[in-house]
């Protein structure tokens, strides 16, 4: 069975300070990992995928296969950040997504 | 930018009523998908749908529900008999076929079940 687990419920940083969210994930075959990001009032929207290897809003995240994590890393958080951020994994068969339970980030100013 | 749509944005109903949630995903795209999310937890998949049909169910998607797509734009969630469990949000999302995996979210419709 797959899980992706997200430790941290909440996460408060100050701006310009570095974040990073915590993904972790199980699953035996080879996945495919999101982050998710969800403003405040706004919808689910993708922010990145792991298989693209870009960097969106300054963040990127590297799907690290020997600890089955995808951590999202931001250098230096922006209060424009503060949202909520899911982390989603794909099977390499079907297209439905498997979530974590989110990460609240509020980057205070 | 065109965008999932869902109707209504809440939805309040007596337990035993059906109720029928509404979709209308980017007119383009060919994969569609319902997901929940009971409050405090997290988004969990309901059901996928393609060329007409079921493509995918999880065990949450058990025989009070169903979907259908009755016209060339809409995407419908049927629940039959409404539990007090069943109150969530309910998100719709839709996908094109050539990148089946970027999902794009509708703002998701409240379900309360009183």
């Known amino acids: 069975a797959q899980r992706v687990t997200q430790p941290e419920k909440l996460l408060s940083v100050f701006k310009g300070a570095p974040v990073e969210l915590k993904c972790n994930y199980s699953?035996?075959?080879?996945?495919?990992l999101f982050w998710y990001v969800q403003y405040s009032r706004q919808r689910l929207q993708l922010l990145l995928r792991?298989?693209s290897r870009e960097s969106i809003k300054g963040f990127t995240a590297d799907l690290n296969k020997g600890e089955t994590s995808f951590h999202l890393k931001k250098p230096f958080a922006q209060e424009e950040d503060s949202a909520m951020y899911y982390c989603?994994?794909?099977?390499?068969?079907?297209?439905?997504?498997?979530f974590g339970t989110g990460t609240s980030l509020t980057v205070i100013p | 930018e065109p965008e999932v749509t869902q109707t209504p944005s809440h939805q309040v109903t007596q337990m035993g009523q059906e109720v029928i949630l509404r979709c209308v995903p980017i007119?383009?795209?060919?994969?569609f998908y319902w997901y929940r999310q009971i409050l405090g937890q997290k988004v969990e998949f309901l059901v996928s749908?393609?060329?007409?049909?079921?493509?995918?169910k999880s065990e949450i998607f058990d025989d009070q529900f169903s979907v259908e797509r009755p016209d060339g734009s809409n995407f419908t969630l049927k629940i039959r008999s409404t539990k007090l469990e069943d109150s969530a949000m309910y998100f719709c999302a839709s996908s094109a076929y050539t990148s089946v995996d970027t999902q794009y979210f509708g703002p998701g419709t409240r379900l309360t079940v009183l």
């Open positions: 792991h298989i």
């Open positions: 699953y035996s075959g080879s996945p495919e």
């Open positions: 749908f393609y060329n007409n049909e079921i493509s995918e």
């Open positions: 007119s383009n795209h060919l994969y």
């Open positions: 989603a994994l794909r099977r390499n068969t079907g297209n439905q997504f498997y």
